[in-house]
């Protein structure tokens, strides 16, 4: 059974930085994509990164890009996202998600139409991130 764990949420004042993980257990796929998403009190989800496994191609979406950093530790199954400068307007529950790849990367895909839900099969739970003003 693939299981995607996120921890790392907090509460954190503007300009400050969080590191979010996404543990991934059971994922057979040799090649994949793990994806963040992002949802705010009445919004709809939203693509925030992307990393694609086959080769480490990345995609952020272009409120977040030169502030989070997305990355994976293959030995941990552990894909992380490095949130730095954050804004209010980063306020949401962030949630990973996993999706095997077949003939191309989600994340080239990504980077003409952006970061689709629709991709992703598999979901975390999510967890809470809140900026302070």
């Known amino acids: 059974e693939v299981q995607l764990v996120e921890s790392g949420g907090d509460l954190v004042q503007a300009g400050g930085s969080l590191r979010l993980s996404c543990a991934v257990s059971g994922f057979t796929a040799q090649r994949y994509a793990i994806g963040w998403f992002r949802q705010a009190p009445g919004k709809e989800r939203e693509g925030v990164s992307c990393i694609s496994s086959s080769d480490g191609t990345t995609y952020y979406r272009k409120s977040v890009k030169g502030r989070f950093t997305i990355s994976s530790d293959n030995a941990k199954n552990t894909v992380y996202l490095q949130m730095n400068s954050l804004k209010p307007e980063d306020t949401a529950v962030y949630y990973c998600?996993?999706?095997?790849?077949?003939?191309?990367?989600?994340?080239?895909?990504?980077?003409?139409?952006?970061?689709?839900?629709?991709?992703?099969?598999?979901w975390g739970q999510g967890t809470q991130v809140t900026v302070s003003s």
């Open positions: 998600a996993a999706e095997p790849e077949d003939t191309f990367s989600l994340a080239d895909t990504a980077q003409a139409m952006g970061l689709m839900a629709s991709w992703f099969g598999r």
